[in-house]
């Protein structure tokens, strides 16, 4: 629970500046603005490989490196998952020198199946642009089944860091801008956490509903070991799978990325 102070600060900070802490994605709507295309031959033939990309805009024009800024450190990101909802990545393509205007980046999953691909990047005049594409990955092994009903979970653990998710005033309502605030604690001893920034953010929310093809992408805010996030809207009600991705720093000998924290939530919205 925010105290009243705190809360007090976080009114008088948002009335100072511009907030892009979320914004959301219509897959059929005005915000789906990304064409993305699978350049591979042919369906994706093994669980593991490269993935090659082709980024269009909303004018059909092929968007490369030098159309696009860097945000959160990368100048494109890509989620995956598979439509069972089980196997999730955050994934970073790069520009291909040997065929420019497509991207690549390797990928591995551990069910073959039908897997969306969310795209997100910013141009270079400051647009956001979002959109998915589908594909089938084939392979050894069972598909995961389609994800129906999700019961509710606002609490998740990952490395021994656990997140919970706060119910904000009035509950989970589609259509509203919401505020909604996180915990994050150790199950293992009495030491605070030590959450370190993750591509420019103390954490990543990316939120789908269960189908797969609206997405909300929102990065909170901290102060005073406190977290937030601002403006969280749901564009209609039902349920929604969240994936939180952050760094509680544990061991300084090890890469940062091999601390990457990714914890998994549901939310029934009204």
């Not at 980046?105 to 400051?126: E, I, L, R």
């Not at 293992?188 to 990316?206: C, K, M, R, W």
Request: hydrophobic fraction near 40%; aromatic fraction near 8%.
């Amino acid at each position: 629970m925010f105290h009243s102070s705190l809360r007090a600060c976080y009114a008088l900070l948002l009335a100072c500046m511009p907030i892009l802490a979320s914004h959301s994605a219509l897959a059929n709507g005005t915000h789906s603005n990304l064409k993305i295309e699978v350049v591979n031959d042919m369906d994706l033939n093994s669980r593991e490989g490269v993935l090659k990309l082709r980024l269009r805009d909303g004018h059909n024009l092929v968007l490369g490196p030098d159309q696009l800024r860097i945000e959160h450190e990368k100048l494109f990101h890509l989620f995956m998952f598979d439509k069972g909802l089980k196997n999730f990545a955050h994934l970073h393509p790069v520009p291909n020198e040997a065929e420019p205007g497509t991207w690549t980046v390797p990928y591995k999953v551990a069910n073959p199946g039908t897997y969306k691909f969310w795209g997100d990047v910013t141009t270079k005049a400051g647009q956001k642009l979002t959109g998915f594409v589908e594909t089938l990955i084939l392979g050894d092994g069972d598909e995961s089944v389609p994800a129906t009903g999700l019961p509710e979970k606002l609490q998740g653990e990952d490395k021994e860091t656990v997140l919970t998710l706060n119910r904000p005033d009035g509950g989970f309502v589609a259509g509203r801008d919401l505020m909604v605030t996180f915990t994050l604690w150790r199950t293992t001893s009495d030491e605070q956490t030590n959450i370190v920034e993750y591509l420019g953010a103390p954490a990543h929310f990316a939120v789908f509903t269960v189908d797969g093809t609206q997405m909300i992408h929102a990065h909170p805010m901290e102060m005073g070991g406190e977290y937030m996030l601002h403006g969280l809207n749901f564009p209609r009600a039902g349920d929604y799978r969240v994936w939180v991705q952050f760094i509680d720093r544990k061991n300084p000998n090890l890469p940062l990325e091999d601390e990457v924290h990714t914890v998994l939530l549901n939310i029934k919205v009204n």
